[in-house]
């Protein structure tokens, strides 16, 4: 039945049309004409105006590899109060613990804000998301905005009523905008990152009160709730190189600010190096007489050594979503990566040699003993392994209470109820070694290992534990490869300051995958997307599912999709573009991208050359 009709639909159709031609059947309307959109008209006439210009998203948007987010959020921001200042309007800086930067226009000033920013951003691929009670009404070109808020805030003509009925209610009137959300989008060459209105500036218009006095905010909360009793500027604040009016209340710090600084410490091991193959030669073959049950006892597994390049990306991390770390201590075994800028400000390489007097080691249980000794840095910092990232902006307040105590991140694994003299694998055993230190001393046992995070840590909680554990310790520092004797002296110290009263319980969203599983391979395509944990861990296992050049390659088409954006850590690459004659299809440069990682960008196609500058 079903081929029947399959065969005489083509039938009907000729004879629909042959019946049409004679006139026997009305001729069917052409489709009427798509309406004429005039902000895809604008946007045209702008990117005609300026080629480097592309659509991406549905918005115009500029190409560039050498921004970063909170850059991004600071030209947002200075744009928006330059156009405010170019205009003489007075407006407040509203400091919140949000990631966009909000500026507050005392009641009155909306209209003379909407001119100022329309005619600011003339001309320019800014967009304006006008904004409610917890939504976005639309988002339109900056240019047009006092047209577009009119257009939005003009009510609907009233429905007219059928013949003998009874009129309909008339239509709610539109919801009033309350601020606009300004931002110029950008993406980068490979299409992976993308700044657009989660990095814009909120422009918000603040309500009037019923005593004149002060202001209500229009959209969101301050730190001291919606109502101001003053909107008149008490002082500035800095946010990057600029300094912004705010109101009296925003002067004075709160309970939970962080207002100490923060340092970071990586650790990081080149397994390619032939010095370094040639110090850990010889400290096996030091350790070949060992008895057989010492040796069964070590883990020198290759795979806690491989470099695939994460070192650059967790610095390119740290200065995507960490910018108000101060000083960053790169712990090392001689070891420094060509790209490594040593000279950079803010950037400090450490030699084991330095913090362990013993001998080279090639565990990192030996290194965290001697963490606490790096000269310069400060009572507070985060301490990375070099398979850590950052996936999303955070700030100081997630890893430290105000006054000072670090928060403790836990996983869900746990750690098995026995002890290291039971066959267990030495990470465990170290784990257990940890457990039954703390559970003599507090008569406490904790059974979860702390998440592969940075870990929050101060100086003096790890000296307290080293005074407190001084021949564990040493012993722990003392020994070259990971051994089933070890502590862990970054769970030492964190669980001996919780149990203490010096530390407390953290909440970061997080993940820990292993790249030589498969399925956790998979799993990177919706981590790139979403972009939604403060924190992730790559690590390297011995699990061998699938080939190494593969889990190599899926780690790094990852991590350079991720984090496309140089660092101010690495030396600066200068790229040539293509030349122009190749069309408008050849990539714009990329900008301190070395040849791999271009490669690795969505197969866009890589310029002539490549200059070190």
Sequence with gaps: MAAGRAVMRPVRRFAARTLRAIGLLPQVPPPAPAPIDPQRLREDELIAADPALVRHLGQLTEVRDDLLAPQARQANLIAVAEALDAAGLPYLLIPDRGVRHRLGVRPGGREAALAAVAAAFRGAPVYAALLGHGRVHATVLAEGLPAAVEEHETPPPPAEAPEGEQPPLPPEPPERVKGVRLYRPVVTTGRTLHYGQDHGCDLEFWDATESQAGGVASIDETPYGWWLPSLEAAGTVRVGDREYP????????????????????????????????????????????????????????????????????????????????????????????????????????????????????????????????????????????????????????????????????RDTRIVPPSTSTVSADVYTAAQQNTRRLLESRHGRAFVRVLAHVPYALRRSLLAEAERRWQPELATTGRSVFRAAVDVAPVTLALYHAQLCGDAVDGVLRHAYLAVDRAEDRDRLARLLADRDLDAFCLADGDAEDGPAEEQGRALAEFLTAYFPVPGPFETPVRVVAAPEDEGPDCAPAFVGLTEPEAEATAGIPMPRRVEVA
């Excluded at 397994?271 to 850990?280: E, I, K, L």
């Excluded at 950037?347 to 007097?357: F, G, N, S, Y």
């Design 246 to 409: 705010v109101a009296e209340p925003f002067l004075h710090h709160l309970p939970e600010d962080v207002r100490f600084p923060v340092d970071a410490v990586l650790t990081w091991v080149d397994d390619t190096d032939p010095q370094w193959q040639r110090r850990r030669a010889e400290a096996r073959a030091r350790l070949s007489g060992a008895a057989p049950e010492t040796a069964d006892r070590l883990d020198d597994g290759d795979h806690r050594y491989r470099n695939h390049d994460e070192l650059r990306y967790c610095l390119r991390s740290i200065a995507m979503y960490a910018p108000w770390i101060r000083h960053l201590y790169l712990v090392t075994d001689d070891q420094v990566p060509a790209w490594l800028d040593e000279e950079a400000p803010g950037l400090t390489v450490v030699a084991h040699r330095d913090l362990l007097p013993a001998g080279p080691v090639f565990n990192s249980h030996a290194i965290e003993t001697g963490l606490h000794r790096i000269p310069g840095l400060s009572e507070h910092f985060l301490y990375f392994n070099d398979d850590m990232f950052l996936g999303r902006p955070v700030r100081p307040e997630d890893f430290f209470l105000g006054n000072g105590q670090p928060k403790v991140f």
